[in-house]
């Protein structure tokens, strides 16, 4: 399998994936909706929608394999928004999926770790995680199927949707104050980027035979958001203050999004393998403090 494509790899995690499978030497196309000035010269870039079948079909025909990461993101942000995350999310990924089935193409699909959440984006993403499974019971594709839980890390944008990594790292690199929605005891799986992406690819790249259940990217770590909280001020030397606000629409109140980590010993990794959260969050204090720096260097 030497040319894969990634289905929003102009994206967060999507430049992982992509960092990770050139690493490996393969030929990566990335698929994104608008032209974007990628950081790297090394791939192909292609324009085009998932919502458009032919053009799917097209496109995943000449390439060996596809990691599929093209959504429309976030809980809140997605609220009023329904129709258009179930047309991207459900429909886009049935037109992969239907690609996968006719030429014969393997795919690694990404859902959600908190896939039993009521609102557009965990309820669009566990349809099309379900629609993947029965791709591969009913037509024998193999689509491997990854939860990937709180992803964090460099990169990652802080509008217009919402993650919680750097909406506390920014705010205590400038002193500011940090917002934690709710009562800050809901615990939260979280898992370096780069983790992520590995995993992403070798359930691409491996002959692991798990195609009819789910796998678990996560540390299966217990960490609450008011832990997190305290470790990104710790990390970052800072004295922001934390606020406690209403929970957002969408979501619950003192949940648990936490990964079973047994599921991915089929790739021959482990929470051991991963990158540790101190590690992690210090690597990503650094890259938004460098960010930072640039941004305030330009004005």
């Keep these: 399998m030497e040319r894969i494509l990634v289905t929003g790899g102009a994206g967060f995690i999507g430049s992982h994936v992509v960092d990770n499978l ?32 032919k053009f799917v079909e097209d496109t995943v025909s000449g390439h060996d394999g596809v990691v599929h990461l093209a959504a429309i993101l976030g809980t809140m ?9 179930v047309d991207v999310n459900i429909f886009g990924s049935l037109n992969v999926f239907g690609a996968c089935k006719q030429y014969r193409k393997k795919a690694v699909y990404i859902g959600v770790g908190n896939h039993w959440m009521n609102n557009p984006y965990s309820i669009t993403k566990t349809a099309a995680e379900r629609f993947a499974l ?37 705010p205590a690199l400038k002193g500011e104050e940090i917002v934690v929605f709710g009562s800050g005891k809901q615990i939260m799986d979280l898992i370096y980027v780069e983790d992520l992406a590995e995993v992403l690819v070798r359930a691409l790249l491996t ?10 990217a996560g540390m299966g770590r217990d960490t609450t958001i008011n832990e997190l909280s305290d470790l990104v001020v710790r990390t970052a030397g800072s004295q922001s203050k934390v606020k406690h606000v209403d929970m957002r629409p969408g979501e619950i109140p003192d949940s648990i999004v936490k990964a079973d980590v047994k599921t991915l010993e089929c790739l021959g990794y482990s929470a051991e393998d991963m990158t ?24």
Aim: proline share 4%; aromatic share 8%; net charge positive.
């Design 276 to 299: 540790p959260l101190n590690e992690g969050m210090r690597r990503t204090v650094a890259w938004y403090a460098e960010e930072l720096g640039k941004a305030e260097s330009r004005q």
């Design 134 to 170: 029965m791709y591969n019971k009913e037509f024998k594709t193999q689509i491997a199927v990854v939860r990937g839980l709180n992803a964090y890390g460099p990169r990652q944008k802080s509008r217009p949707v919402r993650k919680v990594v750097p909406n506390f790292v920014i």
């Design 77 to 85: 942000e997605t609220i009023d928004n329904a129709a258009a995350v």
């Design 22 to 53: 050139r690493a490996k030497g393969k030929r990566v196309t990335v698929l994104d909706r608008q032209i974007q000035k990628l950081y790297r010269d090394d791939i192909e870039f292609v324009v085009g929608d998932v919502k458009d079948r």
């Design 207 to 216: 002959d692991h035979g798990v195609y009819d259940r789910v796998m678990e």
